[in-house]
């Protein structure tokens, strides 16, 4: 996505189209929070209305339990309509 579907602004690196969910991705290195606009932009921009929306990131940030990421994903939730996960290192999804 970066460069080729959103040229400008903040962006998400990927997006993976499933058969009714679509998965964007933002790679981060520890500032969270910097994730957080690009991949609601991207859900703005190119989310679809009949699709379920996921939204990804991936960290080397630790620990991940704290009661601020909790609210974050909350908020992400309320503000995009996506579900949020947050993971170190990488994730593994079946789509």
């Known amino acids: 996505m970066d460069g080729c579907q959103i040229t400008e602004g903040r962006k998400c690196d990927c997006l993976v189209m499933a058969e009714t969910t679509q998965h964007f991705v933002e790679l981060k290195g520890k500032k969270i929070e910097e994730a957080i606009p690009q ?19 991936v960290t080397s940030r630790s ?33």
Do not use: H, V, W
């Open 39 to 57: 991949l609601s932009r991207c859900i703005e921009l190119l989310g679809l209305e009949n699709f379920r929306k996921m939204a990804y990131i």
């Open 63 to 95: 620990p991940l339990r704290s009661t601020g990421i909790q609210k974050m994903k909350r908020n992400f939730k309320k503000a995009t309509g996506a579900d949020l996960k947050i993971k170190n290192g990488f994730i593994i999804q079946n789509i």
